[in-house]
Every structure is written in C-alpha cells, then in structure tokens.
C-alpha cells in the first residue's frame, strides 16, 4: 500500500471553491476586497483576538510582525534554529540580529531556559515556532518580560491551555500555503493580535507604509492577502476543526497500534499543557535515514527535516554559524524522521506504516544513544 507523507486532499471542496472563485472573478474586485475583510473577521473570531491582517505569505507576515512589534535595526531577536529557514530570514529582513537558541528534542520546541540562556539586553523580541503543529509554551516565554511573536506557521488548529495558537502571546503569524493545516490554493498569510497599535501598523507595512494610498509615512512591503485566496480561505477555514481531529485521531492510532514498540524509535511529545495540530508527525531514531530508504521502497512517504539547521545555513553564518553550541538541535537535526499525516490517513494505512517502521528498525537500525 503507497502511503503519502501528506495525506490529504482538497478534493472534496473543488466544486465549492470553484463556485466561490467564481464569483470573485466576475465581482471586479481583487485586491483588499470584502472577502479579504470577511477571511480577516471570521479567522480573528475563530482564534479569540480582535485582529487579523492578511497579507502574502507567511514570511512576509513575520517580517512584517516583528516591525509591528517596535523591533528596529540592530535589535536581536532570539529564535530557534530548528525550524524552516524563513524565521530567521524574516528576523533580518526586519533589520534585526537572529539570535539561535535551542530546542527539546522531543518536542522540537524552545523551552523558557533555552530562551532565556540567550536573552541580553539588545534582545527586542522572541518569536517561538509552534514546530510540526505543537505548540511552545509562551506563557513561560511571556514572563521574561519581552514581545513574544508566534510563528504559528505549521500551528492552525492547535491550542494551549483552552487558547488557540497563534493567539498566545503579542502576536502571531499564519502561512495559508498548500500543505499546511489551514490551506489556500497558493501563497497566503496573516498576522493576528490584540493590539490596536499592532495592527494598525501591520496594516500600514503590507501597503507601502501608507494608511491612505496617497500618505507613505515609512517604508514597506507590498504585501496583501488577495480576494482569490481569501474566498479559498472562507470556504475551508469551517472544516479546520474537523481536519485537526482527524490528525490527532491519526496520531493517536499511531500509538495504539505499536508504533512506540518499534525498535529505537522515539515518538513525539506534546508540550506539557498543548494540544497539538499534528501538521507532520516527527519521530526520532538514530538511523533514521536508513528507515527513510526502507520506507520509501515500500512506497511510504518519510523524511527528514532541516538536517541543516537554519543557524548552519550559508548565509546565517555570519550570526554564529558552527561556533554555537546547540545540542538538542543537533540532535534532532540528525535523528528526525517525519512519517505520513493528513486528514485522510486511515486506519489501513497507518498499520502499513507501522509495520513496515518495525521490519526496517529490526532489519538492523540502532536505537538511540541514551
């Protein structure tokens, strides 16, 4: 059985989306339009906040964030290393000074102490990933007394505590790409807060600096959430619930049919208190890349993710590079393993999945060094 790493589908919405993309093409109206006003509304009421400003795509939404939030040239901004490289492009798209902290190994997650290890009084702003759908702990990271951005990139659905991701801390950011959990039908993003300021800024930054297309009072980013994707948005954004349930039934199936009995294979853990969205489903083992090849022969999408952390990437050498000493992000660089999640996973194909984890960790693979 050919098991995806993505199992998901869109499918059942195509007649929807084209009636709803339909009707935006014939309204004459494209750009900041009501759909875009309605997607920010509806979404800022499912997250609890008062705010909600679209814009192109996830990276721009933190870039674009992270200057909401006061943070100028020069200022450092702590973020982890573990993580898709354009958090810690944004930050220096900002002007700002990436600061690498590391993470849990067995949540992917910053901590308040790996955080903390790094802050320094230029420290401006802390922007925790809610890696792989779990959710960082940002009340802990709040009380340190600084800003506190969630990149909620990988987040939609999940929660922490009874609050959604995203709608923990000062502000957070959404990426609508295609894979996520929260899709649209190309690039998309968002910035949410409760801040009057914030998104009043953000609204002024995604439009050249200008509140009134006539005034720029300072330089920005052409950057808008257009009507296309906001109608996509509109017509999935119901089904977000029901997707998150059915990933979490997913990764619970996993554990109860074995996949925690697989020879050195480590599964992922929730932060104490969150509930994750399961956007991938990362497990550890020592030869993880070997289990990858296994799997693939077998028809069953698996990969690794960011074995090179964003800190050793080549041009974020100049903020550290290999001189950082960061072993849980070492350490999870190296033994990830990313196994099939979605919407559509099925019961079948996740006995598939386990069984074919446990022929390849017990065709030879190691268990993880304690």
Request: aromatic share 6%; with cysteine.
């Amino acid at each position: 059985m050919a098991v995806p790493l993505f199992a998901s589908s869109l499918e059942p919405h195509h007649d929807a989306l084209a009636e709803r993309l339909e009707a935006v093409a014939r309204s004459g109206r494209y750009i900041l339009g009501p759909e875009v006003a309605a997607f920010e509304e509806e979404f800022a009421s499912y997250l609890g906040v008062r705010h909600c400003v679209g814009v192109a795509n996830g990276t721009d939404a933190l870039t674009i964030a992270l200057r909401a939030l006061g943070v100028q040239p020069g200022d450092e901004v702590v973020l982890p290393s573990f993580t898709f490289y354009a958090t810690a492009e944004a930050a220096v798209n900002a002007g700002a000074v990436p600061v690498f902290c590391d993470v849990d190994p067995a949540t992917g997650c910053v901590t308040r102490e790996t955080v903390e290890r790094v802050v320094t009084p230029r420290t401006r702003a802390i922007v925790p990933v809610h890696l792989f759908g779990n959710v960082a702990p940002v009340d802990d990271l709040a009380e340190l007394g600084l800003p506190v951005l969630e990149d909620s990139a990988q987040a939609a659905g999940a929660a922490r505590g009874g609050r959604r991701a995203g709608a923990l801390g000062d502000a957070g950011t959404f990426s609508f790409f295609p894979s996520k959990n929260l899709p649209c039908l190309g690039d998309g993003g968002a910035i949410v807060t409760d801040s009057d300021d914030v998104a009043d800024r953000a609204r002024r930054l995604r439009f050249h600096g200008s509140a009134d297309k006539e005034t720029f009072d300072e330089v920005g980013y052409n950057s808008r959430l257009d009507e296309l994707q906001a109608a996509a948005l509109r017509v999935l954004l119901p089904e977000l619930d029901g997707w998150t349930e059915a990933r979490r039934a997913a990764a619970s199936a996993y554990v109860s049919q074995g996949l925690g009995d697989v020879p050195g294979l480590e599964l992922p853990q929730p932060v104490p208190g969150s509930d994750p969205a399961y956007h991938l489903y990362v497990t550890r083992h020592e030869q993880a890349e070997t289990l990858v090849g296994a799997l693939a022969a077998r028809g069953i999408g698996a990969r690794g993710f960011y074995r090179l952390p964003a800190h050793l990437q080549p041009a974020m050498e100049r903020f550290g590079g290999d001189s950082l000493d960061l072993p849980g992000t070492a350490e999870l660089a190296r033994t990830n393993l990313a196994l099939p999640m979605g919407t559509q996973l099925g019961e079948d194909a996740i006995a598939e999945v386990v069984e074919a984890c446990r022929a390849a960790a017990g065709a030879g693979a190691e268990a993880p060094a304690r």
